[in-house]
Nanobody, 127 residues
């Protein structure tokens, strides 16, 4: 069962940056497509970005395009989400999750496809 740990969240001022990390332990992420998701109070979980297992494909929600960048370092078993130009509406708990695939170019931001959500990491954007 895939177990991932999110980190890197915290308070930041509008316009600031954060880099979130999603790390697996005990197994390799080489065969997993990974997505980043967020959930703000009173709102549904939203797919923010995803990356295919080989990193060939990425996808972003319109609300974060041009500001967020997803990347992966399979050697470090870690997926990153670089978040720049943060806005108050980006504040949420951010989660990563994934599943095993054979395709090197497939990823999806649909939360319904993923299971077993972890604790997430809190991102707060305020002045």
């Amino acid at each position: 069962q895939l177990q991932l740990v999110e980190s890197g969240g915290g308070p930041v001022q509008p316009g600031g940056s954060l880099r979130l990390s999603c790390t697996a332990s005990g197994f390799t992420l080489d065969y997993y497509t990974i997505g980043w998701f967020r959930q703000a109070p009173g709102k549904e979980r939203e797919g923010v970005s995803c990356i295919s297992r080989m990193g060939f494909s990425t996808n972003y929600a319109d609300s974060v395009k041009g500001r967020f960048t997803i990347s992966r370092d399979n050697a470090k078993n870690t997926i990153y989400l670089q978040m720049n130009s943060l806005k108050p509406e980006d504040a949420a708990i951010y989660y990563c999750e994934g599943f095993q695939v054979t395709s090197g170019s497939y990823c999806t931001r649909a939360p319904s496809v993923y299971n077993d959500w972890g604790q997430g990491t809190q991102v707060t954007v305020s002045s």
